[in-house]
C-alpha cells in the first residue's frame, strides 16, 4: 500500500513498551486499523479506531491516532515473546471495504 | 467455529503452467475478498465478492487471474499461464454482513505460490 507507511523494524526487550508508528493520506478514511501476522498465518484484526477519535485502549494494546497530522500509532505495553510478529497498518479506501495496508512492521521481541 | 479454509498451503509450479487456489469462508460470510501478499509487503485487493457476485474487481489482472465464487460460498482464484512474478501469497478473506466496512476481516492462511 503506498499510501500507507509504516517503519520496517523493532527491536524491543520483553517487558518494555512497542511503539509503532503509521503515516497514512486519505483523509476520507472512516475507519483505521491495526493487523497483525503472525509466521505462516493469516492477518488477525487487533484492533480499530472510528476516524472522529484520538484515542482507543483495550487491554495492553493503545491506539493514537492524530487525524490533522494524518498519523496513527500502535503501543504495546508490557510486550511479551509472543508478540512477536509483523503489524499491519490499515485505512478502509472510499468504498468503505476495500483496506489500504501498510508494509508492515516486523517486532521482535527479545528474552 | 472453523476459521476460513484455503488450500493448497504451497504450490510450486513452472512458469506458463496454470494453478487454481480454493478457499472456503466462515459460515454465515456473506463477503468474501481474494489479496495478494507480495513478498515484505501488504495485502492488495484483487477481487471482492457480495455472495456470488463480484463487486469489485478492479485490480483483478483479467489477462491471466480469473475467479468465481458459485453459489456464493466456496470461492476458485486461477491463473493461467502463471508468470515468475506471480510468486507470491494468496490470501482470502471473509466478513460478515455489515461489518466489512469496519474492516473486520477474517483471513485464511494463505496459499504461497512459487512459479520456477
Known amino acids: 500500500g503506498e499510501d500507507v507507511e509504516q517503519s520496517l523494524f523493532l527491536s524491543v526487550r520483553e517487558g518494555d513498551s512497542s511503539v509503532i508508528n503509521c503515516t497514512y493520506t486519505d483523509s476520507s478514511s472512516t475507519y483505521l486499523y491495526w493487523y497483525k501476522q503472525e509466521p505462516g498465518a493469516g492477518l488477525q484484526l487487533l484492533t480499530y479506531?472510528?476516524?472522529?477519535?484520538d484515542m482507543k485502549q483495550d487491554q495492553r494494546l493503545t491506539v493514537l491516532l492524530n487525524k490533522k497530522d494524518k498519523h496513527l500509532s500502535l503501543r504495546i505495553a508490557d510486550t511479551q515473546t509472543g508478540d512477536s510478529a509483523i503489524y499491519f497498518c490499515?485505512?478502509?479506501?472510499?468504498?468503505?471495504?476495500?483496506?489500504?495496508f501498510g508494509k508492515g512492521t516486523s517486532l521482535l521481541v527479545t528474552p | 467455529e472453523a476459521g476460513v479454509v484455503q488450500s493448497p498451503r504451497y504450490k510450486i509450479i513452472e512458469k506458463k503452467q496454470p494453478v487454481a487456489f480454493w478457499c472456503n469462508p466462515i459460515s454465515g460470510h456473506n463477503t468474501l475478498y481474494w489479496y495478494l501478499q507480495n513478498l515484505g509487503q501488504g495485502p492488495e485487493l484483487l477481487i471482492r465478492y457480495e455472495n456470488e457476485e463480484a463487486v469489485d474487481d478492479s485490480q483483478l489482472p483479467k489477462d491471466r487471474f480469473s475467479a468465481e465464487r458459485l453459489k456464493g460460498v466456496d470461492s476458485t482464484l486461477k491463473i493461467q499461464p502463471a508468470e515468475l512474478g506471480d510468486s507470491a501469497v494468496y490470501l482470502c478473506a471473509s466478513s460478515l454482513p455489515g461489518t466489512g466496512e469496519i474492516g473486520e476481516l477474517f483471513f485464511g492462511e494463505g496459499s504461497r505460490l512459487t512459479v520456477l
Open positions: 490499515a485505512e478502509n479506501s472510499n468504498s468503505g471495504y476495500a483496506l489500504n
Open positions: 479506531i472510528f476516524s472522529n477519535m
